[in-house]
T-cell receptor, first 116, second 110 residues
Framework: GAGVSQSPRYKVAKRGQDVALRCDPISGHVSLFWYQQALGQGPEFLTY????????KSGLPSDRFFAERPEGSVSTLKIQRTQQEDSAVYLC??????????????FGPGTRLLVL | GQQVMQIPQYQHVQEGEDFTTYCNSSTTLSNIQWYKQRPGGHPVFLIQLVKSGEVKKQKRLTFQFGEAKKNSSLHITATQTTDVGTYFCAGPQGAQKLVFGQGTRLTINP
């Protein structure tokens, strides 16, 4: 079946602009994760959903970042009043179960955000 | 909090040479996962190690998990140009969060 998809693939925003990044997980996957990957670095955890419930948002860097998954499938990561330091690749990943850290996570292609 | 460190940060080899990347965690891990990210691509799951001292092989790739479950290594025998990319290890923190190392970027001279 289809993998994790994300849109847009690329986004250029002016500083101060709001952006919304979309993630379509693999159908039926319970868990959904957002990561931020700066150039030359590993992915850094932002937030985690189990179905529609946001169980961990400890990685969100500021209150300008907001994520939702209202129906337990598609998720949106919103960044308000973007800053240059928000420039990064935003990766979404999903896993089949909510069975703990041993679950394999399947990553989407990412959205490359550039804030000018 | 938990930290996962990888060395080296970069490795350039001639095609056919071996390659090894090392991963160290500041805390004991319940498991460790390895991912590969091709240039311009996204992380792709390679393998998970769970048991102390575990060794797993995938063709030319050999993965090891240390006895203390705090370190791991990935060894590639006789590299090929298709092996180019960045290799990440990741360990769980808490119920679901994965903490990634900074990765080892492998480039190969054909």
């Amino acid at each position: 079946g289809a993998g994790v998809s994300q849109s847009p693939r690329y986004k250029v925003a002016k500083r101060g602009q709001d952006v919304a990044l979309r993630c379509d997980p693999i159908s039926g996957h319970v868990s959904l994760f957002w990561y931020q990957q700066a150039l030359g670095q590993g992915p850094e955890f932002l937030t985690y959903f189990q179905n529609e419930a946001q169980l961990d948002k400890s990685g969100l860097p500021s209150d300008r970042f907001f994520a939702e998954r209202p129906e337990g499938s598609v998720s949106t990561l919103k960044i308000q009043r973007t800053q240059q330091e928000d420039s990064a690749v935003y990766l979404c990943a999903s896993s089949l179960e909510a069975g703990g850290p041993g679950e394999t996570q399947y990553f989407g292609p990412g959205t490359r955000l550039l804030v000018l | 909090g938990q930290q996962v460190m990888q060395i080296p940060q970069y490795q350039h080899v001639q095609e056919g040479e071996d390659f090894t990347t090392y991963c160290n965690s500041s805390t004991t891990l319940s498991n460790i996962q390895w991912y590969k990210q091709r240039p311009g691509g996204h992380p792709v799951f390679l393998i998970q190690l769970v048991k102390s001292g575990e060794v797993k092989k995938q063709k030319r790739l050999t993965f090891q998990f240390g006895e203390a479950k705090k370190n791991s290594s990935l060894h590639i025998t006789a590299t090929q140009t298709t092996d180019v990319g960045t290799y990440f290890c990741a360990g769980p923190q808490g119920a679901q969060k994965l903490v990634f190392g900074q990765g080892t970027r492998l480039t190969i001279n054909p």
